[in-house]
């Protein structure tokens, strides 16, 4: 059974920073892209930052560019998001997944392309609540 499992949520002051964690378990971990997503209330849910087991490559969303960084431990079956100077606008609670169909977030295809980190993957997390104040 594949579970997600996200933690390091909580409060925090503009300008400060959390890192989230998502324990993934169920699958083989090194073998598949992982990302982390959010959702805001009232808002659509956002591919945050996702990374390819394939390659190591990395997305961003323009949002978060040069605040968060994601990182991946094959040894431990984790993610992180690592996420500083934060904004108020960052509030929202931030799902791990994972896509089951592809070891690259960004695949390829004749004439088109696909991008699970815009698209979404195919398991979820619970979520954890990260709520920046200003």
């Known amino acids: 059974e594949v579970q997600l499992v996200e933690s390091g949520g909580g409060l925090v002051q503009a300008g400060g920073s959390l890192r989230l964690s998502c324990a993934a378990s169920g699958f083989t971990f090194d073998d598949y892209a992982i990302g982390w997503f959010r959702q805001a209330p009232g808002k659509e849910r956002e591919g945050v930052s996702c990374i390819s087991s394939s390659d190591g490559s990395t997305y961003y969303a323009d949002s978060v560019k040069g605040r968060f960084t994601i990182s991946s431990d094959n040894a431990k079956n984790t993610v992180y998001l690592q996420m500083n100077s934060l904004k108020p606008e960052d509030t929202a609670v931030y799902y791990c997944?994972?896509?089951?169909?592809?070891?690259?977030?960004?695949?390829?295809?004749?004439?088109?392309?696909?991008?699970?980190?815009?698209?979404?993957?195919?398991?979820w997390g619970k979520g954890t609540l990260v709520t920046v104040s200003s």
């Open positions: 997944a994972v896509a089951l169909k592809s070891p690259a977030y960004l695949v390829r295809y004749s004439g088109y392309e696909i991008n699970y980190c815009e698209y979404g993957m195919d398991y």
